[in-house]
């Protein structure tokens, strides 16, 4: 059993614990955090490990791609990152999200240049920010939080 609550931190500040423990469930890592104004609330985001695996994947799959045409890469990267956005989009992930798509920015742009050995002059951020602005999914929290939600 471990402790985690809105009571926790101060149970295990008072015992000189240090802070509450985290667990990871259903690809989220559960933390204790409080609200601006004090109050408990349960911060989660996502599992370091899974958005790591995830990034590995998605770059074995862009170089069985780097010649695809740009609209087919596009359209792949929409799926994938509004998929990812669907699950991972709760309050309080917002900068895990932003990471996410910053590193499939990177990761296409280098799959771009590694076309061919001209490709590393044709392909400046300039150039691709224009594809990026088409393609990707605008990041944004899709999930309420659950006292929107259950208020109904």
């Not at 802070?19 to 890592?29: I, R």
């Not at 862009?62 to 309050?91: C, D, E, T």
Request: contains cysteine.
């Amino acid at each position: 059993m471990i402790e985690f609550g809105r009571f926790a931190a101060e149970n295990r500040k008072r015992r000189g614990d240090g802070k509450p423990e985290t667990f990871d469930f259903l690809g989220f890592t559960h933390c204790c955090g409080h609200t601006r104004r004090g109050k408990f609330k349960i911060t989660r985001i996502t599992i370091a490990k899974r958005m790591r695996a995830t990034l590995h994947a998605i770059k074995e799959k862009f170089r069985k791609l780097m010649h695809a045409p740009i609209h087919i890469q596009g359209q792949w990267l929409r799926s994938v990152i509004q998929g990812w956005l669907n699950y991972y989009a709760v309050p309080g992930n917002y900068e895990h999200l932003a990471r996410f798509c910053d590193q499939m920015k990177r990761l296409w742009l280098w799959t771009l240049r590694r076309r061919s050995h001209k490709a590393r002059n044709r392909w400046p951020w300039a150039r691709i920010r224009l594809h990026i602005k088409r393609w990707f999914p605008k990041v944004q929290i899709l999930h309420p939080y659950p006292e929107a939600r259950l208020r109904t």
